[in-house]
């Protein structure tokens, strides 16, 4: 299965959902849409979700795709998924800013996700063999510690 998942930005992400819409079929997609219009035929979708259902997608997925988002790559990462990531942009209305552009490519520099820079190049890295396997152990525990990190600053 391939989950998708553009996060709870209010902005629409309708360029991915595009990319998704285009693939082939044959496998199992779920879609976690938010507030784009933009709605894949070839998957079953959810505007939003529980967080308890993102990370049961995310564990139960072959590949997870996502926006940027440093909170849905460390959901990624903590369950032991290397995410293919496509970052919001600013000129397409989708961020404030590119600083989804910043994160992803320093995300892919520490070989922690594969960075898709442009939707359209989605369908070749998901051919690409992407397995989603696991991360290398040393990838799992900065995950790990990154999201440990995020949970305590959030509760002080």
């Not at 939003?48 to 990624?76: K, L, N, W, Y």
């Not at 032991?80 to 919001?88: E, W």
């Not at 600083?99 to 369908?123: I, K, M």
Request: proline share 4%.
């Amino acid at each position: 299965m391939i989950f998708v998942t553009v996060g709870t930005n209010e902005a629409r992400f309708d360029r991915l959902l595009h990319a998704v819409a285009a693939l082939p079929a044959g496998e199992e997609i779920v879609v976690q849409y938010g507030a784009s219009i933009v709605r894949p035929g070839n998957a079953t979708l959810h505007d939003f979700m529980p967080f308890e259902q993102i990370v049961d997608h995310v564990e139960r997925a072959r590949v997870v795709v996502t926006h940027a988002g440093v909170g849905s790559i460390i959901v990624s990462l903590s369950n032991g998924k290397k995410p293919v990531v496509v970052p919001r942009l600013k000129q397409f209305g989708e961020a404030v800013d590119d600083h989804q552009l910043f994160f992803g490519r320093r995300f892919a520099d520490a070989g922690l996700v594969t960075f898709v820079e442009s939707p359209d190049e989605l369908g070749g890295a998901l051919a690409a063999e992407h397995d989603g396997a696991g991360l290398a152990p040393k990838a799992g525990a900065l995950a790990g510690d990154l999201r440990t990190f995020i949970e305590r600053s959030i509760a002080a």
